[in-house]
T-cell receptor
């Protein structure tokens, strides 16, 4: 069974600040990774995917992947109150199944 | 955008009772999934399906059954509900795996077992 270590559990950043979230996966078969975001009262929604080593930038969001260490991170630049949500990393060791981390609760304070 | 709906949105059940949670997707995705979400545990996979007529066990299938009668519909059945099954349940659909395996989630069902 895939183990996913996600940190921190919760994070408070000021508006305009940088938020950094981290995950480490245990299954070396994992090839594809996602970040999901869940606003209160809603279902999770895919934020971005990363499949190759290095950085992938989409607007204020940058994902990083190191396949050798099975480490992924998400950095949110210029954080906004609307970014306040629960963030999950997810990895795919099985062609059709995703395993999710336990989540990071991000709060952006105005 | 992908559309996944769940019913009911809230459910209160009694211990020992039967509960059926329903999910419908209009994305024509082959794969469908049932998760439960509990604080500190993230999303845990209960059952999933590759298509009509198929069901597979996820990480925590004990106490749950699943049914996929059609491409669009996927149900989660609790034959004898217990208080430990109090949780928020999410259904998701997704295309074939690999890099195309983004999952689209429904709004969730909050289940309370008294």
């Amino acid at each position: 069974q895939q183990k996913v270590q996600q940190s921190p559990e919760s994070l408070i950043v000021p508006e305009g600040g940088m938020a950094s979230l981290n995950c480490t996966f245990s299954d070396r078969n994992s090839q594809y990774f996602w970040w999901y975001r869940q606003h209160s009262g809603e279902g999770p929604k895919a934020l971005m995917s990363i499949f190759s080593n290095g950085d992938k930038k989409e607007g204020r969001f940058t994902a990083h992947l190191n396949k050798a260490s099975l480490y992924v991170s998400l950095h949110i630049k210029d954080s906004q109150p609307s970014d306040s949500a629960l963030y999950f990393c997810a990895g795919m060791p099985n062609y059709n199944v995703l395993y999710f981390g336990s989540g990071t609760k991000l709060t952006v304070e105005p | 955008e992908a559309a996944v709906t769940q019913s009911p949105r809230n459910k209160v059940a009694v211990t020992g009772g039967k509960v059926t949670l329903s999910c419908n997707q209009t994305n024509n995705h082959n794969n469908m999934y049932w998760y439960r979400q509990d604080t500190g545990h993230g999303l845990r996979l209960i059952h999933y399906s590759y298509g009509a007529g198929s069901t597979e066990k996820g990480d925590i299938p004990d106490g749950y059954k699943a049914s996929r009668p059609s491409q669009e519909n996927f149900s989660l059945i609790l034959e004898l509900a217990t208080p430990s099954q109090t949780s928020v349940y999410f259904c998701a659909s997704g295309a074939a795996g690999g890099r195309y395996a983004e999952q689209f989630f429904g709004p969730g069902t909050r289940l309370t077992v008294l």
